[in-house]
């Protein structure tokens, strides 16, 4: 089988701001169906890699290539507080031009999200939640190829962020997406992603690969969700037990 | 325990003022001051309704209102892209801050002797005079609104292919606008302060002129009932611009 489009192809990518490496060489790929998340200790570089990928800065050395059409989803509220819910998604309907097509998709992307009733609602009258639900149905409507994800729920309240989780799986089983997550949150990482890229401490490199071949939605306490928490925590030195099985490039080893 | 205020009170609302011509008509009728310097607030009542027959106080309030309005409107229009210019530009701000907190801490008054001076009496020098008043605070604000807009609206912007003329409708301007609004309230406040100074001085209509010509004409029924006129108009200029807040699209800059 042929391998899978590369959206993002990321080569040799150093950056630097000021006199500070925040990134020393960095080498990935992402195809086109795959859900890759990057994770790593604070400062090393994962919000300033996720904004090289969307053409927001320019890597000081090496190169950076997406293909198609690239939208960030963001950590605060990246919603437009004087423009309702129903407007809101109609933005990201920009390109549809005629009238009734971009009314009937935001009905469906509204009832995809279940805030049909909040559809005139302005977002500083909903909760943090239903806020990234409607960020989220925006960033989807533009038929977006690539999908960027800046700590999307790091802002939320632990069962909120459960629930975001199952509503990400659930909306890109309906509307399938590639899509890159940074995250501080190892286990939303594991829960959600296809691939988890671990960074190094500044500058960021990626220090190792963790694939999860596992469909989506996941419990964050199904077993080889854990095995990867825990592999993932062991690679950045947190955690030490040894007695543990990890999941390494889809294979369990004992160690 | 918090208190809520009463959706609906209008009697409550005159409990001040009420107190107010009470305490007001008793220290009159007391004689403490003779009548020549303090009136009673009947005989200003009878001054404000001669004055509303005549004609005279409806003409003067018409003047005053037509120059706060040339005056503001003219800042407003000049001050808000002046603004949004600087907001926008580190280089322009770091050019022309200065000049602008220099005039913004320069009393518009001390610009009455050059505006008759140049533009002689009547409207032009009022005019004049308010827009120095509003300009400078409608291009500081304009310019602190649009430096503090989050970068996320300008990144999402991007993202969605907002760009050019269309950016400043769709994300610019209506992300300023809670702030302009409430600038809009205070240099409108702020003019009407200021009409009635120019008009003493430089004016031949005008309730600021009718405050002077009441004084120089011993009339001080005639010159509290102006005093009441400019205040009363006042309060309804704000009560007018406080509709501003109340349009949905910038309820989230008061609600948040």
Redesign the interface.
């Given at each position: 089988m042929r391998a899978a489009e590369t959206l993002l192809r990321v080569q040799g990518v150093s950056h630097a701001f000021g006199g500070v490496e925040v990134l020393k060489g960095l080498d990935f790929e992402v195809h086109r169906g795959e859900f890759v998340a990057l994770v790593g200790p604070s400062g090393c570089g994962k919000t300033t890699l996720l904004n090289l990928c969307s053409g927001w800065l320019r890597a000081s050395a090496g190169a950076v290539q997406t293909t198609g059409r690239v939208r960030m989803v963001f950590q605060q509220d990246g919603l437009f507080p004087w423009l309702t819910v129903d407007e809101n998604i109609r933005l990201g309907l920009r390109h549809v031009h005629e009238d009734p097509e971009r009314k009937r998709r935001a009905e469906s992307l509204l009832a995809l999200i279940g805030l049909q009733p909040f559809a005139s609602h302005y977002p500083h009258q909903l909760s943090g939640g239903m806020r990234q639900r409607v960020e989220l149905a925006r960033a989807l409507g533009g038929e977006t190829d690539l999908l960027l994800m800046d700590e999307p729920f790091s802002s939320l309240d632990y069962l909120t962020r459960l629930k975001m989780r199952g509503e990400l799986a659930r909306l890109l089983h309906e509307q399938p997406r590639t899509v890159v997550l940074v995250t501080h949150d190892i286990e939303e990482a594991a829960q959600l992603a296809d691939r988890v890229l671990v960074l190094t401490d500044r500058p960021g490199r990626v220090r190792d690969e963790v694939r999860l071949e596992l469909p989506r939605p996941r419990d964050a306490t199904h077993a080889q969700v854990v095995r990867a928490v825990h592999h993932i925590l062991t690679e950045l030195g947190l955690e030490t037990d040894r007695e543990t099985v990890a999941v390494t490039n889809g294979r369990e080893e004992r160690r | 325990m918090t208190e809520t205020t009463p959706k609906r009170a209008p009697l409550l609302a005159l409990a001040g003022p009420a107190a107010l011509v009470a305490v007001w008509a008793a220290l009159a009728s007391l004689r403490l001051f003779p009548e020549s310097l303090f009136p009673h607030p009947l005989a200003v009542a009878r001054g404000l309704g001669l004055e509303l027959r005549s004609g005279r106080l409806v003409d003067d309030a018409i003047a005053s209102l037509f120059r706060v309005s040339a005056g503001f409107l003219l800042a407003v229009a000049l001050g808000v892209p002046l603004g949004l210019l600087l907001g926008h530009s580190t280089r322009a701000r770091v050019a022309f801050l200065p000049l602008v907190n220099f005039f913004r801490s320069l009393s518009p008054l001390a610009w009455i002797p050059f505006a008759i001076l140049w533009l002689g009496i009547g409207d032009p020098p009022a005019i004049f005079l308010i827009f120095m008043a509003a300009f400078f605070p409608v291009v500081l604000s304009t310019t602190a609104a649009v430096a503090s807009i989050?970068s996320?609206?300008f990144?999402?912007a991007?993202?969605?292919?907002?760009d050019g003329p269309e950016l400043l409708r769709d994300?610019t301007l209506?992300?300023i606008?809670p702030q302009v609004i409430t600038t809009l309230r205070v240099t409108a406040g702020l003019s009407w302060l200021v009409v009635v100074a120019a008009e003493m001085i430089a004016g031949r209509d005008g309730l600021g002129f009718a405050v002077w010509d009441a004084r120089n004409g011993l009339r001080i029924d005639l010159l509290a009932a102006a005093m009441v006129t400019i205040g009363l108009i006042g309060v309804a200029l704000d009560r007018l611009l406080v509709q501003l807040t109340k349009i949905?699209?910038?309820?989230?800059?008061y609600?948040?």
């Open positions: - | 989050p996320v609206y990144r999402v991007r993202d969605l292919g907002i994300v209506p992300a606008a949905p699209s910038v309820r989230w800059g609600e948040r």
